[in-house]
T-cell receptor
Framework: DQQVKQNSPSLSVQEGRISILNCDYTNSMFDYFLWYKKYPAEGPTFLIS?????DKNEDGRFTVFLNKSAKHLSLHIVPSQPGDSAVYFCAASGLGNTPLVFGKGTRLSVIA | NAGVTQTPKFRILKIGQSMTLQCAQDMNHNYMYWYRQDPGMGLKLIYY???????DKGEVPNGYNVSRSTTEDFPLRLELAAPSQTSVYFCASSYSSGQGEKLLFGSGTQLSVL
């Protein structure tokens, strides 16, 4: 059973517009959430994270929102750029030394 | 450059062959991980290690073995390759685990079993 779900396999956005990538989780023990970005033929790279004690974290063009009651988080990219075209993975961590659990990823295409 | 190094980058195996995927990190990280990525299936944890001499199974350990004799190296062994093991394999490391820690990934090994 998937504990971290990214229900949109792909998303296409025009350059300059907002990209919104969504992620849902089922395990209420998760207390730390991360987004990773992956280009073809490369390993995933860390993008942004959020602790469960916050509901928003911002880093430049990237903002992650967390809604604990809905067990939902989203990544906003504003403005979207062609270089943002990649696969984005949502990941979650529980208490202690539990390894990260990843979603299936969403492929973002930013069209110039 | 400091980071996670995986070798080889590509490999084709015949069914039943064995091989070892190498992973090394030079950041003195305690935690190391092996993930596999199948198309449309995200990253699934195969094995992980919290330090030299300690390994534990992840979500999909069957058909694989690992060892962690040093802090730097975490090789993944396939004993009898099967077509179901065709995938991209990523090694990752982190200083610790839990809140605030971020995994650093290698560039991956693309494995095909024919």
């Amino acid at each position: 059973d998937q504990q971290v779900k990214q229900n949109s396999p792909s998303l296409s956005v025009q350059e300059g517009r907002i990209s919104i990538l969504n992620c849902d989780y089922t395990n209420s023990m998760f207390d730390y959430f991360l987004w990773y970005k992956k280009y073809p033929a490369e390993g995933p790279t860390f993008l942004i994270s959020i602790s469960s004690i916050k509901d928003k974290n911002e880093d430049g063009r990237f903002t992650v929102f967390l809604n604990k009651s809905a067990k939902h988080l989203s990544l906003h990219i504003v403005p979207s750029q062609p270089g943002d075209s990649a696969v984005y993975f949502c990941a979650a961590s529980g208490l202690g030394n539990t390894p990260l659990v990843f979603g299936k990823g969403t492929r973002l295409s930013v069209i110039a | 450059n400091a980071g996670v190094t995986q070798t080889p980058k590509f490999r084709i195996l015949k069914i039943g062959q064995s091989m070892t995927l190498q992973c090394a990190q030079d950041m003195n990280h305690n935690y190391m991980y092996w993930y596999r990525q199948d198309p449309g299936m995200g990253l699934k944890l195969i094995y992980y290690s919290v330090g030299a001499g300690i390994t534990d199974k992840g979500e999909v350990p069957n058909g694989y073995n690992v060892s962690r004799s040093t802090t730097e190296d975490f090789p993944l062994r396939l004993e009898l390759a099967a077509p179901s093991q065709t995938s991209v394999y990523f090694c990752a490391s982190s200083y610790s685990s839990g809140q605030g820690e971020k995994l650093l990934f290698g560039s991956g090994t693309q494995l095909s079993v024919l």
